[in-house]
């Protein structure tokens, strides 16, 4: 399989305009990556076409280079395949054993001799291996330094690489299709189909791609012709799974996933049903805490830190603060661009912990005496060392009359909105609700239940 080899500061596009404020050889390190990648599925793809695309869909941030989430929707655009955003090292080892490829995104830093990045750098990883009981990645470094070759991860890159994303890549990658939302009321086929099978099975197949993807159509119903091989090919291709063009056993399961329900024939229910269903319900149920957390990612990551390359800094960019409002109903706010109010109003509320709550505009309005939800679990001028829990809310009450209110992440990290340019940011900030304390007094809640 052969990979790109484009550099960033490369003739043909180096002095080029990337995100408006800078150059494709100062910031165009996020293109110029995905284009490495994506050349093993079609050549003619340069850092200018995966920049036009970062452009055109508001991934290149002014004064900032390529927005995190950028990668993975362009590597999806251009063809890769079953791309995902890996955040343990060792589903990354299994993964890149298997074939796997991808972006690395490097954070500031020298380890093992080697340095990476002085700010943020993205890096494409072709190739795994495992050798000495250590883990080697192949990188390609569209940057000055050309850190291009094997390195290892023990040694030259462990705790400097906060995102990592990884796909497959074929030469005869179909091209992408959007996936249909509704149920499917036909029959599906039994495996296996391929190139030369016949019959009713057949037609099956053809009538569920033809409602799959409505601009295939079938002439000849029966047959497994080039047609048949090449739509089942691009449906595999959009499910995830390896286009041979066989309609097999992973084939039909993911087929039978958009299959309508039918009424059940008979109401009884044995007991061992019965256990079962209560079983899982339980093992799938969330605490309140965890809900809470859940839905901190959600905006957090959203609005944050995926929009903002330095997000523990300067969290999201005004854009992505306006979307936010837009779609919680803010947008009358005009004093501020964000308000920790509403924020948290709307992770308790969007979380189920408590559907009655309103995105007001204070943290009194937003969280009443009650605290419906919570459990006052502290109140006073300091939080002792180890306290605090996840999802737990903290409020300041200033004596100049201010309030401010946050969640507590975990391992260190509160999770907020402050200022005119930040929402839903987890920033890394152990002591922040003991840093007034002797002009405060401090309140934590915890979620019941």
Not at 16 to 45: E, M, R
Not at 152 to 178: F, H, N, S
Not at 227 to 252: I, M, R, W
Not at 363 to 391: D, M
Request: with cysteine; charged share 25%.
């Amino acid at each position: 399989m052969s990979f790109g080899t484009y550099r960033q500061y490369d003739s043909r596009w180096g002095r080029k305009n990337y995100n408006g404020s800078s150059s494709y050889a100062t910031a165009g390190c996020g293109p110029t990556s995905c284009a490495n990648i994506l050349h093993a599925i079609n050549p003619k793809i340069t850092p200018v076409t995966t920049g036009s695309y970062m452009k055109s869909h508001g991934y290149a941030i002014r004064n900032n280079g390529t927005a995190w989430n950028g990668i993975p929707a362009c590597l999806k655009h251009f063809g890769a395949q079953d791309v995902r955003q890996v955040d343990k090292m060792t589903d990354v080892f299994k993964l890149c054993s298997k074939g796997y490829v991808g972006v690395f995104l490097f954070r500031k830093g020298r380890k093992g001799g080697v340095t990476w990045t002085t700010s943020g750098h993205y890096v494409a990883i072709t190739g795994y291996k495992y050798q000495n009981k250590k883990h080697y990645f192949r990188t390609f470094d569209s940057g000055g330094r050309r850190n291009d070759g094997f390195f290892c991860y023990e040694t030259q890159m462990k705790g400097l690489i906060p995102r990592i994303w990884l796909c497959k890549v074929t030469k005869d990658a179909p091209k992408p299709i959007k996936k249909p939302t509704g149920k499917y009321s036909g029959a599906i086929p039994n495996p296996t189909l391929k190139k030369g099978s016949s019959g009713p099975e057949v037609t099956k197949l053809q009538k569920f791609l033809e409602w799959y993807h409505p601009q295939w159509k079938f002439k000849h119903y029966g047959t497994f012709g080039a047609n048949s091989h090449a739509c089942v090919k691009a449906f595999q291709y959009a499910e995830g799974l390896t286009p041979d063009g066989v309609f097999g056993k992973k084939s039909y399961a993911k087929a039978k996933a958009y299959k309508a329900k039918t009424a059940p024939v008979s109401k009884k229910t044995t007991t061992a049903a019965k256990t079962s269903t209560a079983a899982k319900k339980t093992a799938t149920k969330l605490t309140n805490a965890q809900k809470l957390l859940k839905k901190m990612d959600e905006l957090a990551w959203a609005y944050g830190t995926a929009k903002s390359k330095y997000a523990y800094k300067t969290g999201a960019p005004k854009v992505a603060c306006k979307k936010a409002m837009k779609k919680y109903g803010w947008a009358d706010n005009k004093a501020e661009m964000s308000d920790c109010g509403n924020m948290a109003s709307t992770l308790v509320r969007e979380s189920g912990v408590n559907k009655s709550f309103k995105a007001l505009h204070g943290v009194k309005t937003a969280f009443p005496k009650t605290e419906k939800g919570f459990t006052k679990v502290l109140e006073g001028k300091k939080i002792p060392n180890g306290f605090l829990k996840p999802a737990d809310f903290i409020r300041y009450k200033k004596n100049n009359g201010k309030q401010h209110a946050m969640f507590y992440y975990g391992n260190g990290k509160v999770c907020e909105a402050s200022h005119h340019n930040l929402f839903g940011v987890i920033r890394k900030d152990t002591k922040r609700y003991n840093s007034q304390s002797k002009a405060s007094t401090i309140q934590v809640f915890r979620p019941k239940g």
